[in-house]
């Protein structure tokens, strides 16, 4: 099983949508979450990060988390082309530091 | 955050042979980790470098094959040693200033072995 698992996409919305990114893992110790956006040919940029269950907004983004379920959700409102890139889902695992990346969302907006 | 600066951001080299890359950073970090991010796939921790200890390596990677310096608490080194084309790749140095928060990469090395 893998530790933090995120549908590979492509996800397609139409420009002005919201786009929805999920993300689960494993590790029931893990405290803190983060989503980054990766461009290609460019490195990760975080986006959002959360570390207490519900809903966190910044801007056009929301990260939701639910560690019962163990899942985290990314909202991106009114979906813009420039939002278009692979989205990863990162776990902190057992708050060591270290991050264990999903496998990434391609997230494709379509004017 | 923290601004990290990562060389060189690509290199084409022959098999045999090995790469060194370097991430500097602005301010001083207890941990930097290196990841390789293959071709379409996603980020693997590759080792956790302390200043002043040797590094920890995950499974599937050991201090032969990528070894590291850690100098100081502004820069550390990864080492790619006898290169194939397997190792083609993207290296990533990463730095987390706040303990358990937010973690943040440099630009990335694009190695290619030919």
């Known amino acids: 099983q893998k530790e933090v698992e995120q549908n590979s996409g492509p996800l397609s919305v139409p420009e002005g949508a919201i786009a929805s990114l999920n993300c689960t893992y494993s590790d029931r110790g893990s405290q803190s979450f983060f989503w980054y956006r990766q461009y290609s040919g460019k490195s990760p940029e975080l986006i959002m990060s959360i570390y207490s269950n519900g809903d966190k907004e910044d801007g056009r983004f929301t990260a939701q988390l639910n560690k019962a379920s163990q899942y985290v959700s990314l909202l991106i409102r009114d979906s813009q082309p420039s939002d278009s890139a692979t989205y990863l889902c990162?776990?902190?695992?057992?708050?060591?530091?270290?991050?264990?990346f999903g496998q990434g969302t391609t997230l494709q907006v379509k004017p | 955050s923290a601004v990290i600066s990562q060389k060189p951001s690509r290199d084409i080299c022959q098999r045999g042979t090995s790469l060194t890359i370097q991430c500097q950073v602005d301010s001083q970090v207890t941990m930097m980790f290196w990841y390789r991010q293959q071709p379409g796939q996603s980020l693997t921790l590759i080792a956790t470098a302390n200043q002043g200890s040797e590094a920890t390596y995950e499974s599937g990677f050991v201090i032969d094959k990528f070894p590291i310096s850690r100098p100081n608490l502004t820069f550390s080194t990864l080492t790619v040693s006898n290169l194939s084309p397997e190792d083609s790749s993207i290296y990533l140095c990463?730095?987390?200033?706040?303990?358990?928060?937010?973690?943040?990469f440099g630009q990335g090395t694009r190695l290619t072995v030919v």
């Open positions: 990463s730095v987390e200033p706040r303990r358990h928060t937010e973690a943040f």
């Open positions: 990162a776990v902190n695992q057992g708050n060591t530091g270290k991050l264990i």
